[in-house]
C-alpha cells in the first residue's frame, strides 16, 4: 500500500491525511475479497525500515493502526474475517499487541477471508529469523519457520503509487507470485481499481517454470 503521502500532499494536507484515507482502500479492497471468495489478503501496512520515518509520522501510524483494527472488529465478525498480523511484532507497543492478540482470537474462526497485516516486517528479516530458528531445530526445512508458516505464498502483488520494486516485503514467498504495477495512489485504490489488477492477472499465463502441455 504505497502513496499516501503523495496522496495528501496532492491536496495540501499533512501525510496522515493520506494514510487516514488509505484505511477506506483497505475496507473497500476487504469487502471486494469477501465478495469475490478470495481467501487470503495480505497488506504491507508497516515495514521494518518504516520506523526510520520522523517519530510524529510512527506514532500517527500506530494510532491509527490501533484505532482502525479496534473499530473493525464487528465487520470481521459480520463478513467471516480471520485476522493476523506478521513481523516483527517485539518492536510494537504493549497496547498493540494487546489488541492484536485479542483480535487474532476473537477472530480465529473467521472462514471467508484471512487478513494479514504485515507490521514491522521485512523479508531479510523473514528469512534471517526463520534461519536461526531451523538451524536451531537442527532441521532443513526453512519454511515452516518463516512467519507465513501454513498461508499459500501469494499469487498476485499489487504494488500502488508507480513504485516498481519489492520493497523488501514476501521475499522468499514471491518466488512465483504475478506483479502488477499500477500508478493508482493508495488512498484513490478501491474496488474498481483491484478488479481492474485481478483482470490483468487472470490473463497472466503462469508456467511456474515449467512448460505449458
Ligand atoms: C504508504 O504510503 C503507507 C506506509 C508505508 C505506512 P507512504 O507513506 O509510503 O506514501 P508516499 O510513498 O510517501 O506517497
Ligand atoms: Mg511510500
Not at 5 to 17: D, H, L
Not at 95 to 119: P, S
Request: net charge negative.
Amino acid at each position: 500500500m504505497d502513496g499516501n503521502g503523495r496522496w495528501a500532499k496532492e491536496r495540501g494536507k499533512e501525510r496522515i491525511y493520506g494514510h487516514f484515507e488509505g484505511v477506506e482502500s483497505v475496507r473497500a479492497v476487504t469487502e471486494a475479497c469477501v465478495e469475490l471468495g478470495i481467501p487470503y489478503l495480505s497488506l504491507f501496512a508497516f515495514s521494518e525500515e518504516n520506523w526510520q520515518r520522523p517519530q510524529e509520522e510512527v506514532e500517527a501510524l500506530m494510532g491509527l493502526m490501533l484505532k482502525s483494527m479496534h473499530n473493525e472488529y464487528p465487520t470481521f465478525l459480520k463478513n467471516g474475517v480471520r485476522f493476523r498480523v506478521l513481523g516483527n511484532l517485539e518492536r510494537l507497543s504493549g497496547t498493540l499487541r494487546e489488541e492484536i492478540a485479542y483480535l487474532e482470537k476473537a477472530t480465529a474462526g473467521g472462514d471467508k477471508l484471512t487478513m494479514i497485516l504485515f507490521m514491522s516486517y521485512s523479508g531479510k528479516w523473514d528469512i534471517q529469523q526463520a534461519a536461526c530458528k531451523m538451524a536451531a531445530a537442527g532441521e532443513s526445512d526453512l519454511e515452516p519457520f518463516l512467519v507465513t508458516a501454513g498461508i499459500p505464498d501469494p499469487d498476485l502483488i499489487i504494488r500502488t503509487s508507480g513504485e516498481k520494486r519489492i520493497s523488501n516485503y514476501l521475499l522468499w514467498q514471491a518466488a512465483y507470485s504475478e506483479f502488477v504495477f499500477t500508478d493508482t495512489l493508495w488512498p484513490d485504490f478501491r474496488k474498481e481499481s483491484f478488479r481492474a489488477a485481478l483482470e490483468e492477472y487472470s490473463s497472466r499465463d503462469r508456467r511456474f517454470g515449467k512448460v505449458n502441455k
